[in-house]
C-alpha cells in the first residue's frame, strides 16, 4: 500500500498528469449534506421517487419542492479548503482536470477552470419541453417557459436519463491518460462513473481512494483513507 509521500512523488514527477474525481463528500465541509450516508439528504427521501424523470413528470409539486430546497442550500454554499486546493493544484499544472459527480458548481467558484460535471449542474435551469434557458428564480417561482409555457426543471442528470455524452468521453479520455487518479469523497456506486477509477488503474495509474465510508473499489486502490478531505489534501499539499 502506498502513503501520502508516494501520491506528492508521482504528483512532482508527473506534472499534469493527475485527475481528480469527486463526489458530494467533497462538499459537506462547505455545508452540503452528502447522499448515501445515515445523515446525508437521501436520509428522510428515496431518489428514486423524487430525483427521477417519472417524478418531474408525474409528481411536479414534490419534484419541485426539493430541488427549489436545493437551490437554496446551494446559494448559501461557498468553496471550503480542499476545494481552493484543487484549484490551486490546477494553477501550479499538478491537475489536469476534476471529473466530478456534483452539481452544486463549488469547483467553479473556487477557481478550478477543466471541470467535467457528470451529473450537470444547478446552475442551469431549462424548459421540460422546448429546453429553452431559464433561471433558478423562474424554476422558484414556477414561471412558466417564456417560449412553449412549458414546466421549468434543473439542468441535472436525473435518474433514468443518461449522463451528458461530451464530458463522459472527455472524462474516460482523462482516466486513460492518468498517471494519479485521486477519488474524493465518492462512494463509486453510481455506474458509469465509478468505472473512471477502474479505467484509470488498469491503465497504470496510480490510485488513491479518500471516503469516509468503503467503497467497492477499495480492493484495488493503492492508497486508502477515511480520514477527512481537506485534512487529507492539506498533508499532500504540504509535500508538492
Request: proline share 5%; hydrophobic share 40%; net charge negative.
Amino acid at each position: 500500500m502506498k502513503d501520502v509521500k508516494d501520491i506528492a512523488r508521482e504528483m512532482r514527477a508527473t506534472p499534469g498528469g493527475t485527475v481528480v474525481f469527486t463526489g458530494a463528500g467533497m462538499s459537506t465541509d462547505s455545508g452540503l449534506p452528502d447522499f448515501r450516508s445515515k445523515d446525508g439528504l437521501w436520509k428522510n427521501v428515496d431518489p428514486m421517487e423524487l430525483a427521477t424523470t417519472s417524478a418531474m413528470r408525474g409528481d411536479y409539486d414534490r419534484f419541485h419542492a426539493f430541488y427549489s430546497h436545493r437551490f437554496e442550500q446551494m446559494r448559501d454554499a461557498h468553496p471550503n479548503d480542499g476545494h481552493k486546493i484543487l484549484a490551486d493544484w490546477e494553477r501550479r499544472g499538478f491537475v489536469s482536470c476534476i471529473v466530478t459527480q456534483n452539481v452544486d458548481g463549488l469547483h467553479t467558484a473556487a477557481g478550478s477552470k477543466k471541470i467535467y460535471e457528470l451529473h450537470g449542474s444547478v446552475g442551469s435551469v431549462r424548459c421540460m419541453e422546448c429546453d429553452r434557458p431559464a433561471t433558478q428564480e423562474d424554476f422558484i417561482a414556477r414561471t412558466p417557459c417564456a417560449s412553449c409555457g412549458g414546466k421549468l426543471r434543473p439542468g441535472v442528470v436525473l435518474f433514468g436519463e443518461g449522463l451528458p455524452e461530451d464530458a463522459l468521453d472527455a472524462s474516460w479520455e482523462a482516466a486513460e491518460n492518468a498517471k494519479v487518479f485521486i477519488v474524493l469523497g465518492s462512494s463509486l456506486q453510481v455506474s458509469p462513473a465509478n468505472q473512471l477509477p477502474q479505467v484509470a488503474k488498469r491503465a497504470g495509474a496510480l490510485l488513491a481512494i479518500c471516503n469516509r465510508d468503503a467503497t467497492p473499489l477499495d480492493r484495488i486502490a493503492d492508497y486508502r483513507t477515511g480520514d477527512g478531505i481537506a485534512d487529507f489534501l492539506k498533508e499532500l499539499d504540504a509535500l508538492l
